[in-house]
């Protein structure tokens, strides 16, 4: 079918070529001719292109498309994968292929498994140092809200290197113009189609009188004409969702597999691919699919099961989809545990946790109604495992569900030390649901089945998960002691796993005792971690690296490993902490007053489900917005308090509790602070959390309260030695404190000292209540407007960009000098070019404070 209305797609596809290192996102519904578009470029491109499909599996094989590339490709790449190397040296050897000057296509990444995603992630933002074109198609209609290709389309949108090729149904025109040969009424035609490419060749494939009203209908048409084993062999390669080999139709059926193949090809029904056949269309393999019988189709995944069974090195993942299309439960049992092995070894964890749940679907209400054929401690090791499996991608309620079920086959066995284990585990599931209290009661129910007598791999379980709630909740001295006697059990049974995560606790708790501890303590954990080859302990450690120094508001160290942490995660695709360095990492800019920084931060990264990342996500957002005055910022606190108290940690409640105060301050409801803060501050004293204890107890003085000392600024503030809390917040890097604490000064010099300082941060509320302080004392000393109130509307963000446009900085240098991304950076230029009413950035830079906008 010729290919219309494409040239300037195939125009865009040449300029990437030509100019190096690029990504190509090709787009556009099912049938819009991505394929075929590619298909006509690649025709073009000396040397060839190497081809990788995504698969239409259930549950998609782990790096399905980069294995078709190494076919192909050869050298490095096929030795890593062949090797079954870890996934960075794969990722690595991919990028070999991409420096070589290559052209590499990537097809039906809607289907991506969740390694594939992180290839494409790791790839797509590193084409730019190389010669070659990465090419990837993608269905866009098929993109939901929570779709996992979004992300990694969100990623490479701010890339230079990025190029986007959105492809659009043909004109009436095209379709005319098709149909003229074949006689049919062109406005039918394009009235049935709605212009889909596909849809238009599948119709025009089946001339007469009466066009098809759907394609199914047309795809059927075609069928029709195939012969008897023509048709046994299409209905084999239905089933089939990715390439079928042509080795598995030697003797199909009893006829020549070979010539009713080569039917099917010369019908358009199926096109060759390397030492396969596949259909044209996924659309049409779907058509077909749906005509058989089920039990003929059962039977056909049947003897598909039978001949990759038979075949050595076949993917465990093919294997396990058509056991369970054939409803072999003892197969699925096999395959699909082993396939989730494979995945989590390549990072696919999603697909890990999704070939368990696929296991226990036969384990737990088998389809076929056979015996599962498993033994009670064989359930209950495979509940366990999915229920791992699912903690890791965020999947808290069915990790506490499957750990459940199998507790409660522990128990039937008699196994009680294999009991206290999963309970101590499962407490760390309980508590990133936010679900504290029956978090604590799960430990301690394991701590009462274990004789503290008999070291063993429970006890170390118990005791390692044991202290690191109590560090969770900020009981320092009984994390430190647990977490010791953790460290010695799980070095006993030689345990790594459990080695890193109390060193984890113990070195997170020291903050808050002996500082001087906490570094060199999770930097073992993180050696530990590294050198068992687990990059979630590790990426956890640099997280409490970060959050925990900066938690005491040691800045400097806590900003460096939380950016550690981000870019650690980030190449690995572990959302979890990469989420929490985040949000954390927000937190701590919050505090240095860079508010703009700290926002663009946050609302820019989605902060996931688990709910100590949201709690600081809102938190840290919530303040910045009533420091600025601004709307919605005591309704994210408000969120941020319901979240935070079912988990009862002090970690969460005290920044919440503190801003809910400093809200209620900034619009002069001071009697409502005891109320709000309380509690919580009997918490921290309790506690003797220095930090927290200072801040709320710092609040509760403005409303007219007494509370106990202490050490930190606030406590200085407190006792009205404003100068000190000044300079301490100095020392620190807190310019909104040091500002506030100058504030606390009978001299209204100091005043407008002060009232400066907060203007410049943009402190709108604050910066009031000092000038009304002012003009008491006789001084009429506004706050300047043109601060919170730029003539052209400019926020100060925007300030911040059109500053370093006069600078003559190009957008990704600005990018880098702020810290954001291009494409932010893309936005605010938008947006400073249109409020300020001129038509480029060179006209801005010119542009002067206290001009009108221009009119246009």
Known sequence: MELLEREDALAVLAECRREHGRVALV???????????????????????????????????????????????????ARAMAAESVRYDRYGAFLDVLAAGRTVVIEDAHWADEATLDLLAFAGRRVGGTAGLLIITYRDDELGSHHPLLGVLGRLAGERSTRRIPLRPLSAAAV????EPYGMDPREVHARTAGNPFFVTEVLGEPGPVVPVTVRDAVLARAARLDADARAVLDAVAVIPDHAELSLFDGFGGGDARTAIDACVRAGMLVGEGTGVRFRHELARLSIEQTIAPARRGTLHAVVLAWLAARPGSDPARLAYHAEEAGNGPAVLVHAPAAAERAAAAGAHRQAADHYTQALRFVLDPPSGQSAGLSLRERAELLERHADACARVDRDTAAIESSGVALELWQRIGDTDRQAALLARRSHYLWISGRTHAANDSVRTALAMIDPDRPGPALAAASTWSAALLMLARDIPGAIEVGTQAIALAEQVGDTTLLARALNTVGSAQWFADPEQAEPALLRSLEVARRAGDDAAAGGA???????????????????WLRECIAWCEQRGLDRDHRYATAWLGRVLFERGRWTQAADLLTASPPGRMAGSRIVTLTVLGRIRVRRGEPDGAAALEEAWELAVPTMDLQRLWPVAAGRAEAAYLIGRTADIPALVAETYGHAVRLGHRWAAGELGYWLHHAGMDTAGGDSPYALETT???????????????????????AASPDAADLVSALDRLQRLGARPMAELIAQRLRALGVDRRPRRATFAHPAGLTSRELDVLALLREGLRNADIAARLHIADKTVDHHVSAILAKLGVRNRQEAARWKDGEAPRQS
């Open 27 to 77: 787009s556009g519904e099912a049938g819009i001719g991505k394929t075929a578009l590619v298909t006509a470029f690649a025709a073009q491109v000396d040397g060839g292109v190497l081809w990788g499909g995504c698969d239409a599996l259930r549950t998609p094989r782990p790096l399905g498309p980069l294995r078709d590339i190494a076919r192909a490709a050869g050298g490095e790449l």
């Open 176 to 179: 005319a113009h098709l149909a």
């Open 720 to 742: 009205g030695d404003w100068r000190g809390a000044e300079r301490a917040w100095e020392q620190l890097g807190c310019p909104y404190e040091a500002a506030v604490a100058r």
């Open 542 to 560: 640099m997280a409490n690296l970060g959050a925990g120094a900066g938690e005491i508001r040691h800045y400097d160290l806590a900003e460096c």
